[in-house]
């Protein structure tokens, strides 16, 4: 089984400066997906950013980067030029490659962002 | 562009009763999960469906069940309401694994589910 560890569970940042988040992961896969999803006050969950673990290429979403260490199964959120609309709550997922459809999703605890005027 | 839809957005029920989530994929998604998230938890993943055939289960409960219908979209039925499973529920969708570039799964809104 897999697991997702994010070990901040709270943090701050000045609006505009830059904030990276931390997420580790365990698992015997040679082959999966890892995601961001940020989950603000209103309880959606929404998509930031994917990375396959076959790619060496960190993934990039504007003002979003991910730093993927597969040897150390590491993976960090990295937010640059903060904005007030970044406060949420950031949840860390793994999902195993498999070659049927539906595969689920294995969260981390989250780590709750509050970004400060 | 078109989201996840979910219904409905809030229900309250009583110890006992029995309640149905529907969930409405993103058109063209085959793919449907169904999350539970607690308060203060992160979501734990339930069941998925691809082409209305259940794919993979998690921890879900014997008095619920779910399935897929021919136009995709999805219903979640629990039975035996019970205090502890007022939660948010999830419903993510997902196109084909096919190419697997595009199995990213997005969530609707959720369904807020009190049991009283």
């Known amino acids: 089984a897999q697991t997702v560890t994010q070990s901040q569970p709270e943090m701050s940042v000045q609006e505009a400066e830059t904030v990276t988040l931390s997420c580790t992961y365990d698992?015997?896969?040679?082959?999966?997906?890892l995601f961001w999803y940020k989950q603000p006050p209103s309880r959606q969950m929404i998509l930031v950013i994917r990375?396959?673990?076959?790619?060496?290429q960190n993934a990039t979403e504007n003002r979003f980067s991910v730093n993927f260490q597969k040897a150390a199964k590491s993976f960090s959120l990295k937010i640059s030029d903060s904005q007030l609309g970044d406060t949420a709550m950031y949840f860390c997922?793994?999902?195993?490659?498999?070659?049927?459809?539906?595969?689920?999703?294995?969260f981390g605890g989250g780590t709750r962002l509050m970004v400060k005027p | 562009a078109a989201g996840v839809i979910q219904s409905p957005r809030h229900l309250i029920k009583e110890k006992r009763e029995t309640a149905t989530l529907k969930c409405y994929p993103i058109?063209?998604?085959?793919?449907v999960y169904w999350y539970q998230q607690g308060p203060g938890q992160d979501p734990q993943f339930l069941i998925s469906f691809y082409e209305k055939m259940q794919s993979d289960k998690g921890s879900i409960p014997d008095r619920f069940s779910a399935q897929q219908f021919s136009d995709y979209h999805s219903e979640l039925n629990m039975s035996s309401l019970e205090l502890g499973d007022s939660a948010l529920y999830f419903c993510?969708?997902?196109?084909?694994?096919?190419?697997?570039?595009?199995?990213?799964?997005?969530f609707g809104p959720g369904t807020r589910l009190t049991v009283l």
């Open positions: 698992t015997s896969e040679s082959n999966y997906y």
């Open positions: 997922a793994f999902m195993k490659q498999m070659v049927r459809a539906g595969n689920m999703l294995t």
């Open positions: 058109p063209r998604h085959d793919t």
């Open positions: 993510a969708s997902s196109d084909s694994p096919l190419l697997p570039s595009t199995d990213t799964q997005y």
């Open positions: 990375q396959e673990a076959y790619k060496q």
